[in-house]
């Protein structure tokens, strides 16, 4: 029962550097999300897909880009890390399009540090 | 923005005791949902509360949603070691959103 899947786990970049995360999900979802997460500061949406094909901002897009490949798969890029985005990473999944009552399903993260 | 400011933003109690989370907005929910967050792994769903008033229970935790859709709370009656985590609540601003405002969290620790 695989669920969400994020590739890697942990992974150290220095300054300038640029590095995709992984998601897929297994579970045919329609919506994938985005999110990172620093201390005191909950989950921060970064980018979400509503559906194959499109690819919408959250609340703190500046420094990343998206990709939705396919229905299962949802990359996170960044294409020049600065320390800022020194954060562990989420990305999670939603089965019916337009229900805000359907759970989210997420990943375990990665747990990224940009030195 | 932060939307959603939870309270307190840490706990440290005794195996036994009761506690309450508390989830608050200036802004109108269509719905509320509480997910639990254990070390190492992602948010987990713990319930999600439509309705202005409405109380959802899942053995020793109660749920409430305010009458406004503005707020939510989380009761925990005898707190146990295994309750310990990060509990965050998360809100959608309408029906056919697709987006969440994640509240700051609370982590919770209980002493056995």
């Known amino acids: 029962n695989a669920g969400v899947t994020q590739t890697p786990k942990f992974q150290v970049l220095k300054t300038g550097q640029s590095m995709t995360l992984q998601c897929a999900q297994d579970m045919n979802h329609n919506s994938m999300y985005w999110y990172r997460q620093d201390p005191g500061m909950g989950l921060r949406l970064i980018y979400y897909?509503?559906?194959?094909?499109?690819?919408d901002k959250g609340e703190v897009p500046n420094g990343y880009n998206v990709s939705r490949l396919n229905k299962r798969e949802f990359s996170l890029r960044l294409e020049s890390a600065a320390p800022s985005q020194t954060s562990v990473y989420f990305c999670a999944s939603i089965g019916r399009q337009g229900y805000s009552n359907q759970p989210q399903h997420f990943g375990d993260g990665t747990r990224l540090s940009i030195l | 923005t932060q939307l959603l400011e939870q309270s307190p933003q840490f706990l440290s109690i005794q195996e036994g005791e009761n506690l309450t989370v508390y989830c608050n907005s200036s802004s109108v929910f269509s719905s509320l949902q509480w997910y639990r967050q254990e070390p190492g792994e992602g948010p987990v769903l713990l319930v999600t509360v439509v309705t202005g008033g409405e109380v959802k229970k899942l053995k020793r935790l109660t749920f409430q949603f305010g009458d406004a859709r503005k707020d939510s709370s989380l009761h925990i009656t005898a707190a146990q070691p295994g309750d310990t985590g990060l509990y965050l609540c998360a809100g959608a601003l309408s029906s056919g959103t697709y987006k969440y405002i994640f509240g700051t969290g609370t982590r919770l620790k209980v002493l056995a």
């Open positions: 897909s509503a559906s194959e094909g499109t690819t």
